[in-house]
């Protein structure tokens, strides 16, 4: 049986990866935004029926543009520090987990939904953060993989996938289990947009460019040093030995010489002013997953 997308309020089942990208019926109101009004702000979801009062959000800084279709949010503290991404892929945003809620990324964002299609993507429990705040505020549905779907109560359009999933055309969805139960990752992969192969940081022109190469890894690998990242066994690790396995699996489902660049969700700093992590699929090759397997548990005392 192949794996199914489920519409997590209604039970309904939508084919998964393997067989058709999901039905889920009628397209959500991608022109609902958050409004300014006097002492707060208006929210709607679908319909301004469905209005909502929220206190005003704090100002914050706006997103930063890492390449021609990417960008990247300020550290969360929501999501304990966590970076979240917007990622640009034919006529579809992806949300790759949820920034702070803060004004100026509901400008940015609210701005975008009005002019283009979107998802929310979360790629762990750490990444969850105010989702059920911003999807109210853009309209656009909620990606999870199954295991978390629970920790996502009252969130409207929540759609969730078992094992791999293909979203839209070029985006593919892993469940990567270890960083917490339903950790997953986002490989994205589109001819025609991005940056060119050997062009570095440098963006492509908006009307193409060289192929568009990404894999979106949430927690599942983090950055150790600049240009270099693996699986870190932190004190919350779900599980350590299924993450090193998530790593493995990974490494036998992504294309040859896949992916160009990798963005992780957490410990950027590490990087030292880059974002991406070139040469991703030479960085996957590298790992060394048994050296790995034993190293110190962060959760017991010395």
Avoid at 242 to 269: F, K, T
Wanted: contains cysteine; proline residues 9%.
């Amino acid at each position: 049986m192949p794996p199914v997308a489920r519409d997590v309020r209604s039970g309904s089942a939508t084919l998964g990866a393997g067989e058709n990208r999901p039905r889920l019926g009628p397209s959500p109101d991608l022109s609902a935004v958050a409004l300014a009004s006097a002492g707060g702000w208006v929210q709607w979801g679908q319909s301004p029926e469905n209005l909502v009062i929220g206190s005003d959000p704090e100002e914050g800084r706006p997103p930063q543009s890492v390449q021609a279709g990417l960008w990247l949010f300020a550290p969360n503290r929501d999501t304990q520090g966590g970076s979240s991404w917007l990622c640009e892929v034919g006529d579809v945003d992806l949300l790759i987990d949820v920034p702070a809620f803060t004004r100026a990324n509901l400008e940015m964002l609210q701005q975008r939904c009005r002019e283009r299609r979107g998802w929310i993507v979360l790629t762990g429990r750490d990444g969850h953060g105010r989702c059920r705040r911003w999807q109210e505020a853009l309209g656009w549905p909620v990606l999870v993989q199954e295991q978390e779907a629970y920790l996502l109560p009252g969130v409207a359009l929540l759609t969730s996938f078992a094992d791999s999933f293909e979203l839209v055309n070029g985006v593919r969805l892993l469940w990567t289990p270890g960083p917490s139960p339903g950790a997953c990752v986002v490989h994205v992969r589109l001819a025609g947009q991005g940056v060119s192969p050997g062009s570095g940081s440098e963006p492509a022109d908006s009307a193409g460019g060289g192929p568009l190469d990404g894999l979106f890894c949430g927690r599942l690998l983090v950055p150790l040093a600049p240009q270099r990242l693996a699986p870190l066994r932190r004190r919350s690790c779900f599980h350590w030995s299924r993450q090193l396995r998530s790593v493995e699996n990974l490494r036998q489902w992504l294309p040859s010489n896949c992916p160009d660049w990798i963005a992780s969700g957490a410990g950027l700093g590490a990087l030292q002013g880059e974002k991406l992590v070139r040469s991703g699929a030479a960085q996957l090759a590298g790992l060394d997953l048994v050296e790995a397997l034993h190293a110190p548990d962060p959760g017991l005392s010395s």
